[in-house]
């Protein structure tokens, strides 16, 4: 039997992703006594509609398929899902009307008999880009009487749920390249076919382009999306990540109960609630420690306050003040992290430092007593005291990069994920369109690359996975795909920065 996804209509390019990770983490439910593979049939970075087939195996390559174990499997499947809205198996689908029926009918004919008695139902239209009047709804709801169904009409605590979801002409299907041109639409919030019969102004058909008619299977988590808005969340910054992106970033890593997570960047902590959310133990660090305590004088004002708020605090482990180039956080041949997950400074507020001297001790400082004296606080060292903030140093960011991507090859487990956000400019100086270089590391696969794009910037998602078995330290070294870059300012350090505040705007001589 094949299903389909109704995906909601933000944040497109992360969509095969999200499956890629669902079927892993169904997989690690499962055990190895059964594996699900997930097949793509049918897909368009335009529509919100993805028809995929689901098959079960035995570790031992036996088929364990039946009807019961694919049915349990997509309702796991479908449980961790933030993206989509809900999955429905596939009775039917057409150009038209009259295809519809002719396909519903050779496809799901042998089914209409267990819903035939003492079955409470429901018919709902979902038109994506179009509009339906409620009486268009009935006559095409009626449509389907050939059915045979006995059973109530229940709208608000149906048993069974039937969805025909239209799919509409758009100014995405017109675009010869699509998202590109019309990315700033909201399409979650395009006239739906509950409001009224005139078609919106961007239908330039009067009939759907595709139908597909779906028997519900089960909803997502996407209700995780609403309860985790950063409106409503006691403790946030001005920088603290989407809350939406925060979810799928900690998916994508595969967070899930009895896991370890850690974000070495945490701030006020938006991808620990994310990843506690989804069941991981989370840890955090940040060279800024007022930034995960708040105002008070612990984390139980600021992140642990966020924790608390959502009935995860069991779920926090703590919060430490370091940076990752000079972590205390243990790098050896034990490798004890499931999962990594951060969104990486970017320096344009301030810029990108580490903890250390901006000038470094010169030879033969000691022996000429040039070497500056600890400070102290009414005799007591300024360092031992609270709210010390140790001195700080510009770093470059393809730096960091490296040291990020070889903590994480040191620190995870096999398989265990990597999953961290990376700005990059549009054009280059000569505004060509550019392909920034991703980083690469000898001991970490490249999973997935997932881009949300601004006007004249981009921020990508790059998710990695530590390759399995042990190598020697040698190996453990970033590839110089990021040029090496040199300096002592922050613009210097950080091309990145430099083009934001040129507001990406081309050389002179360019």
Known sequence: MDYLIRFSTQHESFRLAEIEALTQLVNIKNGLQSMVAVEILEYSLVSPFCIVRFSLGSSDGSAVSTEQDVHDAVISFMSRSIQAKAIYELWGSGSDYESLHTDVRARSQHLWSRYQHDVRFKFSI????????????????????????????DMKRPDQEWCLMEEWESPL??????????????????????????????TTSKQPRRIILGRKITSSRRYLVEKHDLKKRPYISTT???????????????????????????????????????????????????SFRGKGE?????????????????????????????TPLRRSRVRWLDGIIADIPYGVREGLKVLGRKQPIKEGAEEGGLVKQPHKIGGVLAHTLPGYIAPKKPYSFSKLLENILDFAARTLVDSGRLAFWMPTANENEEGEQRSAATPRHALLELKHESVQRFNKWSRRLLVYERVVG????????????????????????????RRYFQSFAKEPNG
């Open 240 to 290: 603290s990540m989407d809350a939406e992106l925060a979810l799928i970033t900690a998916t994508l890593a595969l967070a899930s109960p009895g896991k370890l997570f850690l974000d070495p960047f945490c701030g006020t902590g938006g991808f620990m609630v994310a990843a506690a959310e989804l069941g991981a133990v989370v840890l955090g660090s940040d060279i800024d420690g007022r």
């Open 470 to 497: 042990e190598f020697d330290d040698a190996a453990l070294k970033g590839d110089a795909l990021i040029p090496v870059v040199n300096g002592t300012s922050a613009d210097e350090l950080n091309p990145f920065r």
């Open 173 to 202: 299907h017109l675009s010869s390249n699509g998202l590109a041109e019309n990315r700033n639409i909201d399409r979650d919030n395009q006239p739906s076919c509950e409001v009224d019969g005139r078609l919106p102004a961007n």
């Open 126 to 153: 979902d038109s994506y880009f179009g509009k339906r009047s409620a009486g268009e709804q009935r006559e095409i709801i009626n449509q389907f009487a050939y059915f045979g169904f006995q059973g109530k009409v």
């Open 298 to 326: 612990g984390v139980e004002k600021g992140v642990g306050r966020n924790m608390k708020f959502y009935g995860i605090d069991a779920l926090f482990g703590d919060c430490l003040t370091s940076d990752l180039t000079n």
